[in-house]
């Protein structure tokens, strides 16, 4: 596996990198797998690629404060991005692991990997999330092609919470274990550095 620690300054060319890269690992499987580290060095929105604007954004917010919007390839909630959040791409070659063939059995085997890799407790809950005491810290989302997939996560370390609410609505899809609780009581800091937590996914 090829580990990049790769970030572009524009927010766009940064989900153009990773759907670039599952491309061309698709027309060249011979490349190999790779994990990629990459951050916002300023708060923005991103979209799933099935997410509505309406029911997701607080549109009048993000205008007022200058926040950009932008969709990516993956599917998935709409997340808040910014400084103290960190974010990885894995793009996976499905016929060396045969858990990665369905959709369920490759979350379950990534959370897995990603919830012992991070400690503290981590657990998978819902679909697709990674939680400590049922309070989310990452969010992912999966594209496929016939022969790899592009799996995307967040991880928030020590991100700003309180902006989270002043400009995403409450998703109108909500896994069972958030049992209704807006943002504030939902989500939560992995806490450390980005750094560490960098190198702990990594190894």
């Not at 061309?24 to 011979?30: D, L, S």
């Not at 981590?122 to 790899?148: C, H, P, V, W, Y």
């Amino acid at each position: 596996m090829r580990l990049l620690n790769l970030t572009h300054p524009d927010l766009t060319e940064n989900l153009a990198i990773d759907e670039a890269l599952l491309v061309e690992r698709e027309m060249q499987p011979e490349r190999g797998e790779i994990l990629r580290f990459w951050e916002v060095p300023y708060h923005a929105v991103v979209l799933g690629s099935g997410g509505i604007v309406r029911d997701d954004v607080d549109v009048e917010a993000c205008q007022r404060d200058g926040i950009p919007l932008a969709r990516r390839s993956s599917g998935g909630g709409t997340v808040l991005l910014g400084p103290g959040c960190l974010l990885y791409s894995l793009v996976l070659d499905m016929e060396a692991n045969p858990a990665l063939a369905g959709i369920s059995t490759s979350y379950d085997f990534i959370m897995g990997v990603m919830a012992r890799a991070i400690g503290t407790g981590a657990t998978m809950e819902g679909s697709s999330d990674l939680a400590i005491a049922r309070l989310k810290f990452s969010g992912n989302a999966q594209q496929r092609k016939k022969r790899f997939l592009l799996h995307h996560g967040t991880i928030l370390v020590n991100f700003d919470l309180g902006l989270v609410p002043r400009y995403l609505r409450p998703p109108p899809r909500q896994p069972e274990y958030r049992k209704g609780r807006e943002h504030h009581s939902f989500i939560r800091n992995l806490g450390g550095t980005v750094e560490l937590i960098r190198q702990q996914v990594a190894k």
